[in-house]
């Protein structure tokens, strides 16, 4: 069985995109950032590691970018993931109470308007699925969270709108 080291949580886009290359009988080996990644996958612990570096509507993840400049991995394959975000919040929360949204700086990237149009802060975190589960385990009154589907099922947020464009694509490799 294929083993792939991801950044991220149970939820992420990037373990749709791992399911859809590899399988859905992969195992996926979730990483705190995406350094760790890179570790995870040069240790053995993982054959591969699944890394966002491209988005359409925000550009590209330089992290990512350099990450690849500084280790001896090599890009095997490329899988376009179509992103669909989605403001995510407690139950029983409206748009109208909230205050604040928090995700991964590249997802916030991709809903500025979205979230100026609302009159919505943004607060930057270290991924989109994490803030879901974050937000679960600690419950904030004004604050939401941009995160895909499956984080906002796996977390067990409720969604209150969908917050990407129709161009929003990214390309983790």
């Given at each position: 069985m294929n083993k792939v080291a991801f950044q991220g949580v149970t939820g992420a886009y990037s373990v749709e995109a791992i399911g859809r290359f590899f399988g859905?009988?992969?195992?996926?080996?979730?990483?705190?950032?995406?350094?760790?990644?890179?570790?995870?996958?040069?240790?053995?612990?993982?054959?591969?590691?699944?890394?966002p570096i491209e988005n359409a509507v925000a550009g590209s993840v330089t992290e990512a970018y350099e990450l690849l400049m500084e280790h001896d991995l090599r890009i095997y394959a490329e899988v376009i993931l179509r992103v669909r975000h989605m403001l995510v919040t407690l139950p029983g929360t409206k748009l109208s109470d909230l205050k604040r949204v928090r995700s991964h700086p590249q997802a916030l990237a991709q809903c500025q308007?979205?979230?100026?149009r609302?009159?919505?802060?943004?607060?930057?975190?270290?991924?989109?699925?994490?803030?879901?589960?974050?937000?679960?385990?600690?419950?904030?009154?004004?604050?939401g969270v941009i995160a895909g589907e499956a984080a906002?099922?796996?977390?067990s947020t409720c969604p209150v709108g969908r917050t990407s464009s129709a161009r929003s694509t990214n390309r983790p490799w």
């Open positions: 859905p009988e992969t195992e996926s080996i979730p990483c705190r950032t995406l350094a760790d990644l890179f570790l995870v996958v040069e240790r053995g612990d993982a054959g591969y590691g699944m890394l308007r979205y979230l100026a609302h009159g919505l802060e943004p607060e930057p975190t270290i991924d989109t699925a994490g803030s879901a589960h974050d937000l679960v385990g600690n419950p904030q009154p004004g604050i906002a099922k796996q977390a």
